[in-house]
């Protein structure tokens, strides 16, 4: 039985966040005094915690972040937008977060909280090319939307400053 692989053309959005400078600081504050702990070589996040944990940082996260989430639900034709789970990440240096993808949703975002250092922006693989794919154009301060099905990575912390992302799942589709 034969299997053949097509390129299909697929994307990814960045979205300049403008009340980034303004509470980057509240933000970072509220994470240093989340409930955390380390998991599989990241010195802390609350990914794998209970859903119940309380994410304080997550009650001022969510309304900066909506109105960027209804213009890009407008922009791939829907009128509704769905975040599943959300999660904090600090990397220490050379710390890093292997290839992996997202099931059970449609896109994977990354708000880059904190980016001391550009070479330690997210990475795509390109399966049909077996190679990293060509330099991910986003910076601090930026929401990276991207389809989560698509093979990425966060590479090692080259940097003596800590990474800080917040990443969360959603979906974006129509409702009539």
């Known amino acids: ?17 403008q009340e980034h400078k303004e509470n980057k600081d509240k933000l970072l504050s509220l994470i240093d005094d ?11 996040t609350d990914w794998h915690l209970p859903k119940e944990t309380k994410r304080p940082y997550l009650d001022f996260f969510y309304p900066m972040i909506a109105p960027y989430l209804t213009k890009i639900s407008g922009r791939l034709q829907g009128n ?12 220490s240096k050379t710390e890093s977060h292997g290839w992996h993808t997202h099931g059970e ?4 975002n990354v708000y880059f909280l904190n980016l001391p250092d550009e070479g330690m922006k997210t990475q795509f693989y390109d399966i049909s090319d077996h190679k990293i794919s060509g330099e991910v154009n986003v910076k601090e301060g930026q929401l990276l939307t991207f389809p989560a ?28």
Request: hydrophobic fraction near 35%.
């Open 34 to 44: 989340a409930e955390s702990s380390s998991y599989q070589g990241i010195s802390k």
């Open 80 to 91: 509704k937008w769905q975040i599943h789970n959300s999660w904090f990440q600090q990397y």
């Open 1 to 17: 039985m034969g299997m053949r692989f097509y390129d299909l053309k697929s994307f990814y959005i960045v979205s300049d966040i």
């Open 105 to 108: 949703v449609n896109y994977a």
């Open 149 to 176: 099905y698509i093979l990425h990575r966060s590479p090692p912390n080259i940097s003596d400053s800590v990474k800080t992302i917040i990443s969360f799942n959603c979906d974006f589709y129509s409702e009539f």
